[in-house]
């Protein structure tokens, strides 16, 4: 990822991530290809400061698009690799054209898979498909992603910006407080039972306090569509 797109990036999420007014955002590439991984060219004079202080730049990234609270969806065509692959992997819906393909080859130049890879993959794959798929740096058609669980939808090739901004209005006119605390319930990733029903308990009394829950009843009861206004 060029310097300038990081910084970009990076400037962008920190915005929109903390703007009540934007409810969902959408991430893509340029044209063709949501992103071509890490430039090796590039690494070839730098030296291991620059490369530790470029590598924390880049987790900033997957870390503001995980710890968002409102939905984060990628939009992929062609190639998502490397970083890409990990920025794609850390949102919460995968829109992928049918001839995307997902890579994290990094062990091949004697690197291990970076920006939250294992996290992530981890968690939408299991770990033994995770594993298998980053220690050889095989490359994924959009299909055996979605098989694999990296990808939600597989969509025509041109499509998968409209598709995903679609999702994105859908998710717009959801309860902001209900997405926010349903994927602050996945974040908290407890390992006991009783610890993740206390966090539910939690967090729906949050809900169960919210004017979207009193504007939800209302709409079910009246049969109309709900206006959810909380910014949650």
């Known amino acids: ?31 063709s290809t ?6 090796v060219k590039g690494m070839k004079d730098s030296n291991i400061t620059k490369s530790v202080e470029r590598l924390t730049d880049l987790q ?20 998502a690799a490397g970083g890409g692959m990990s920025i794609a992997a850390a949102c919460d819906v995968v829109i992928a054209a049918e001839d995307a393909k997902f890579s994290g080859a990094a062990t091949k130049i004697g690197l291990i898979p970076d920006m939250g890879a294992v996290w992530f993959l981890r968690a939408r794959m299991g770990v033994g498909a995770a594993r298998y798929f980053l220690m050889t740096g095989n490359v994924l058609s959009a299909a055996e992603a979605a098989h694999l669980g990296l ?52 967090s729906q009394e949050i809900c169960f306090n919210s004017i979207d829950f009193q504007e939800g ?16």
């Open 1 to 31: 990822m060029a310097p300038g797109v990081k910084s970009d990036l990076i400037a962008h999420l920190e915005k929109t991530t903390l703007d009540p007014k934007c409810r969902a955002i959408v991430i893509t590439g340029a044209e």
């Open 34 to 39: 949501f992103s071509a991984g890490g430039d």
């Open 60 to 79: 900033h990234i997957v870390r503001l698009i995980a710890t968002a609270k409102k939905p984060m969806i990628a939009a992929v065509e062609g190639n």
């Open 151 to 202: 990808v939600e939808k597989v969509v025509a090739n041109g499509t998968a910006l409209s598709v995903a901004q679609s999702q994105a209005a859908k998710f717009a006119a959801a309860s902001a407080t209900a997405l926010c605390y349903t994927k602050a319930a996945f974040q908290h990733s407890p390992s006991e039972l009783e610890d993740a029903l206390a966090f539910e308990l939690a």
């Open 217 to 232: 009843k209302a709409a079910f009861l009246e049969k109309r569509a709900p206006n959810f206004t909380d910014p949650a």
